[in-house]
């Protein structure tokens, strides 16, 4: 039975090449670039190259580059460390963003700090008006998401960036960028003081994050010990992690072209077309949606339920954020105010460069099979 991986926004395949980033890791690449010898220097300087080639991807306008462990450090650190101010400053954030971002916040609230969090629509979008509306004299930090995890409702970032400047030139904007780096282009990044990214989700090693910060912006460490990456954050550097890293950014610059996506999704919805009772959670648009990641219910039957049965045919989709997996649907149900028969029946079906036509037929065939299969059971 050939398997068919579907859940590409939880993580990725390594490519052929970080194998090999490994091998040369293992045999001139192991030193500790803080030392001071020759061997030292040149695993700093391929460190430095692999922090220009993440830069050139993102098209950093000034910004810098510093290493951290996953995508959650990053926005942790920015968050709890990047724009802290007085306690009558107040913050700005999405309604559906990562779990990492929505618990940093919360911490800030906790700490007595005013956290405005604005609404999303049904499929994840926040209007770049509200985010701008939520804006004031006394907001030290907004945080909106590039592409939204769980519905790949992929915002406007740069429109509200400058929405943002535009009402406040000192209000800092942060955008976690996990699950759009690479595959989601960006014009202008002037505006956009912090980007948090992660190894993992490009068919790179797990265990390595970065966040660009525009030079100025205010970081402050977060890991503190011997100072590495500019005194930002502590602990010897994952070269190995690191390197494949910037492998991975180098694959999808030269050989990912972004209409590969688009086609997969196109492809996987109208095979989906014919299911009774099928609500794509997902933005219709496609200039409001990312073309990797669909989300959708088959009413009447239980997401779960589904994501066993096309395991069973060699077909692995998720129901949701792995990192959320735990908790339950409770919070993007209530964030994105879907029904209960919507938050029961919701899969996700994420895409990856290798992933084929075919695949994404055969998988919306048997979602087909199975629902029909599941609903005779389900209770009336």
Known sequence: ????????????????????????????????????????????????????????????????????????ESANTVILRGARKKKEMNYVCGGAEHPCVEESFKLLQEQGFEVRFVKPDKSGLIAPDDVAGAVDENTALVSVMHVNNETGAKNDVEKIAALIKAKNAQTLFHVDGVQAYCKEKLKNTANIDYYTVSAHKLHAHKGTGAIFYREGAPLKAYLLGGGQEAGLRSGTQNTLGILSFAAAVEYFEKNVEHRHFESLRETFLNACSNIPDLVVLSPRDKERACGHIVNLAVLGVNGETLLHTLEAAGIYISTGSACSSKKGKNRIRSALSLTEEEAAGAVRISFSPFTTGEEVCRAAQEIERNAGILRRFTRK
């Open 1 to 72: 039975m050939q398997e068919i991986y579907l859940d590409n926004a939880a993580t990725t395949q390594p490519l052929a090449e970080c194998n090999k980033i490994y091998a040369e890791y293992a045999q001139d690449g192991w030193q500790n670039p803080s030392a001071l010898y020759a061997g030292a220097t040149r695993v700093q300087n391929k460190i430095n190259e692999a922090k220009e080639i993440l830069l050139r991807a993102f098209g950093g306008a000034g910004h810098k580059c510093v290493f951290t462990s996953c995508g959650t």
